[in-house]
């Protein structure tokens, strides 16, 4: 299994918590797109095996009309191997969803619909300057549903100071209300040099509480269970087993292509990420195209071959957040038997308080510390 992940590094407004790359001048939209198709020519052959999943994600990837989508779909298609069981995902903003904009979206090859909505009460929203409002969240999903998308996940955020406990569980309320198939949720964090970080330090805005966000992440924790949502990794929720395909494919570590600004990719040993600038992207990518022995490493990106000691912590940090767990065998056969043994003493006093639990030759973290998985993880990585 491996998959494609395309990043759209453009959005029409910044939100105030967000350290993603993206520009909100769209004028290189359309050399931008030109350039990931390259991209994904040129790229062919590191990526042979079965692509079960396509990832339109960014920045806002709804800025492109449907014919830019399928053009892009279309030269994955001519020049990747495609799984019959493929995931085509789109994250969408719901002020780019129009009732038209779905039909035509429903045409396409995308079968999966990931809706930024984030609150469903506008003071959230503002304070965390998206640009779509109560209304237009509403009106997507109805009308996504209406069109006939039956693979559908809501994003949302809790913990903002311009929300409580009693909206959080109104925002809960209404998210299963609709008959989606997927929930990410995410704990608002503050991230150095963004536009929060800045108003937060002058004192123009208030902080996140995090006491009231692991209050907020338990009642969606009680709340997602009684709709029958299972809680298969910390941010997330599916029902009727119908998991992000992409999110899992990251968490096993299986190999994937990631194309454009930004992007991200592994081949199992290899980290490498492209240039996080859409005009030196665009330079890197003109020289490849006319010069063939153009080494694009340094220009277009970076890489860093991943240490046994980076692909255990890693292992440990994503294994414990699903509900798969970490399995102890495949330490042993992958990383070998100091790694394991490193890991059995290091986690003796995690089980006998609690913080993990055995079975099956497993460890998981226990529902009610789920919310503390990273620093519980990081305590059993080899340093
Ligand atoms: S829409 Fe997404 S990528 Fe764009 S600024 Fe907001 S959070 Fe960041």
């Given at each position: 299994m491996a998959g494609i992940y395309i990043h759209i590094p453009f959005c029409k407004k910044a939100c105030h918590y967000c350290n993603f790359h993206f520009s909100t001048n769209l004028s290189l939209k359309q050399e931008i797109i030109n350039a990931i198709l390259l991209e994904l020519k040129l790229r062919k052959d590191e990526l042979s095996e079965s692509i079960e999943t396509i990832y339109f994600g960014g920045g806002t990837p709804s800025l492109l009309s449907t014919e830019e989508l399928q053009k892009i779909f279309s030269c994955i298609e001519q020049n990747y191997n495609l799984s019959n069981e493929l995931e085509i995902s789109l994250e969408a903003n719901p002020d780019d969803l129009t009732t038209e904009s779905l039909k035509q979206l429903s045409d396409s090859p995308i079968n999966r619909l990931s809706i930024?909505?984030?609150?469903?009460f506008n003071e959230d929203l503002i304070y965390m300057n998206r640009s779509h409002d109560e209304k237009q969240a509403k009106s997507c999903i109805e009308d996504a549903l209406t069109i006939g998308f039956e693979n559908l996940s809501i994003d949302l955020i809790y913990g903002s100071p311009s929300s409580d406990m009693d909206k959080w569980s109104k925002n809960l309320e209404t998210t299963f209300g609709y008959p989606i198939t997927h929930l990410s949720c995410y704990a608002l964090t503050v991230e150095s040099n963004t536009a929060l970080d800045h108003f937060i330090k002058k004192g123009q805005m208030p902080a996140p509480n995090e006491q009231a966000a692991s209050q907020q992440f338990e009642l969606l924790l009680k709340i997602s269970k009684e709709n029958n949502f299972e809680h298969y990794e910390v941010s997330n929720f599916a029902k009727d087993q119908k998991y992000s395909k992409h999110n899992t494919s990251y968490w096993r570590g299986t190999k994937y292509l990631g194309i454009g600004p930004a992007a991200h990719s592994f081949d199992g040993t290899i980290r490498r990420w492209n240039i996080s600038n859409n005009a030196k992207y665009l330079k890197a990518m003109n020289a490849w195209k006319i010069n063939d022995h153009f080494n694009p490493e340094g220009h277009l990106y970076d890489l860093e071959k991943l240490s046994s000691s980076d692909r255990y912590n890693e292992y440990v940090m994503t294994s414990l957040r699903t509900m798969w767990g970490l399995d102890l065998n495949h330490v042993k056969i992958n990383f070998g038997e100091a790694y394991l043994n490193h890991l059995l003493e290091n986690a003796k006093d995690k089980l006998s308080n609690e913080l993990l639990t055995l079975n099956e030759g497993k460890y998981t973290i226990p529902v009610k510390n789920k919310f503390f998985s990273d620093g519980i993880a990081s305590d059993l990585f080899w340093v």
């Open positions: 930024g909505v984030q609150s469903f």
